[in-house]
């Protein structure tokens, strides 16, 4: 058993190796999710220092006007900014934050996570909850074209991921594993929309991975909730992938349940399989591999795809070796190893705790991986009997649903060694941490909290040097770029999560020195 000691999208005015090739070489932008395509979350502008940063002020904002949960990313492109709800797409002046365009792809049933977009020269590309891709123009909103996806059984797909755009292909994976989904990877020419290929993440019939599943049973899950990170060297695409379902009737499930719970590693052309790394085999507690994994090239020279997830650990993985060199748990872990039982197992993290949607960040001059990560707890009861599939309902295995929580909820923000996965410093909250995380070349590690505060700390030794109060939870994408030659960070603000039990107001506010 190990355990932890308990413990707005905001804007302000604030190189490269193996690990932190810029997405378009333009140091000054954000141009993807993650901020680069090996989701290092490091970004080289020094105007914003330790010296300086307490003099942060206001420069402007954008209200959406709209209830949403507003988990969304940002990205930063030629003087824009853009980010997403689940009906619509934005785009602000970056320096401004003036409206430039605002598009709507009306659903049936609106609302649910969509977590951002992709750019690519003149395109920007996204997706929505009922499965549909679509292109559209940058400057204008223009829309160029809009696929619809199905997943492997050929039922309508759900997609919540933002996608990842690269060498005229893009990448998106679909989610639903609480509905068994057939989840899949998909690769589109990003000129026409075509599908190019697709990944079934719950391998069927000869498929490699099928003998980890019962036959003549519904299964399912593997989905992908936020967004990829991928290898331009190699052309590899990592997938993180969630549960396996039915969520916790292990029984139901015999097997390791490929390839759930894993980083899954495609070829980017072809969409092959080339290898993967199951982090929770045979999962019982809906622990998804939700965030994407950093691939970086640590002080002594080795290259690793850093991956957290909802079982709470930082998971190294050693490229060369294929194997995992190390994990180090990030939040209380307790209980892990119990059956879950009818009378109700407690465990930690539980359901809800763990790495959410927002992954690691690293910085190359400490050396040092940051992540956020959720302290909750959860007693859960498995049901006196099997789960039984219907369509459209939850398929869980459970008899209360995903457990009882534990009334205390308190979130890290934890920096561990690249090369030896020793905690350096640690940082306790008291809300949850699942806002996105951000490191710079000035020295500085850029998050926020659910209690409505921007976080700036110094990443050595994890001082906290200043806290901005933004009145709204933060839960979104945080970043740094620059406008008008001058550098500023942006927070995705106002989080509304019935999990978490959040109620913000989604907005932009812009900071700068």
């Known amino acids: 058993m190990q355990s932890l000691m308990r413990c707005a999208v905001i804007f302000f005015a604030t190189g490269s190796s193996w690990a932190f090739q810029p997405l378009s070489g333009l140091t000054a932008d954000w141009p993807s999710y993650n901020g680069d395509y090996r ?21 402007c904002s954008y209200a959406l006007g709209e209830s949403e949960t507003f988990e969304s990313s940002l990205v930063a492109a030629s003087g824009a900014l853009y980010f997403t709800t689940s009906e619509y797409t934005y785009a602000i002046d970056a320096a401004s934050c003036q409206l430039r365009w605002r598009m709507r792809h009306s659903l049936e049933a609106p609302g649910g996570t969509v977590r951002g977009v992709a750019i690519a020269k003149d395109r920007l590309f996204r997706g929505f909850r009922d499965g549909t891709l679509i292109a559209y ?36 994976g679909t989610s639903g594993a609480e509905r068994a989904c057939a989840c899949i990877v998909a690769g589109l020419d990003a000129g026409t929309g075509r599908v190019v290929w697709t990944f079934s993440l719950v391998p069927t019939g000869k498929a490699r991975g099928a003998e980890t599943w019962p036959k003549g049973v519904r299964v ?14 190699s052309g590899e695409l990592y997938v993180p992938t969630g549960n396996p379902g039915p969520d916790f009737s292990g029984e139901y499930r015999p097997g390791t349940n490929l390839f759930t719970g894993s980083i899954v590693v495609l070829d980017a052309k072809t969409g ?26 640590t002080k002594s020279g080795r290259r690793r795809a850093m991956a957290a997830g909802k079982d709470g650990y930082l998971h190294a993985i050693d490229i060369a070796a294929g194997k995992i060199a190390w994990k180090t748990p990030v939040t209380t872990i307790e209980n892990i190893d119990a059956p879950v039982t009818t009378e109700g197992t407690h465990f930690c993290p539980g359901t809800a705790g763990g790495v959410l949607w927002n992954g690691p960040a690293y910085s190359p001059q400490t050396n040092l991986i940051y992540v956020n990560s959720v302290d909750w707890c959860t ?7 099997l789960p039984t599939f219907q369509p459209g309902r939850n398929f869980l295995g459970s008899a209360n649903a995903f457990g009882e929580k534990d009334a205390r909820k308190l979130g890290w923000l934890t920096a561990v060694d690249a090369d030896g996965g020793g905690v350096r410093w640690r940082y306790g ?40 109060a933004t009145q709204q939870p933060g839960g979104g994408g945080v970043i740094t770029y620059q406008a008008g030659g001058k550098q500023r960070i942006a927070i995705a603000n106002g989080l509304q999560d019935r999990i978490l039990g959040t109620q913000g107001q989604p907005q932009v506010l812009v900071f700068g020195l």
């Open 429 to 468: 909250a008291a809300t949850p941490m699942v806002a996105g995380i951000v490191a710079t070349a000035s020295g500085l590690v850029l998050t926020a909290d659910l209690n409505g505060d921007f976080l700036v700390f110094e990443g050595s030794a994890g001082k906290l040097l200043d806290r901005v």
């Open 272 to 297: 092959t399989l080339r290898t993967w790394y199951q982090l929770v085999p045979h999962d019982t507690h809906d622990w998804d591999v939700a965030a994407a994994p950093a691939l970086i090239l």
């Open 137 to 172: 123009n940058t400057s204008t909103g223009k829309q160029i074209w809009a696929t619809k996806l199905e997943e492997a059984d050929g039922k309508a797909a759900t997609i919540a991921a933002s996608p990842v755009a690269w060498n005229g292909m893009v990448f998106i």
């Open 39 to 59: 989701s290092s979350r490091f970004s080289e502008l020094t105007e914003i220092t330790p010296k300086n940063v307490t003099n942060l002020r206001q420069v």
């Open 220 to 233: 399912g899950g593997g989905s992908v909730w936020t967004s990829m990170t991928l290898d331009p060297d």
């Open 379 to 385: 007693t859960l009861k498995i049901d006196t009997k």
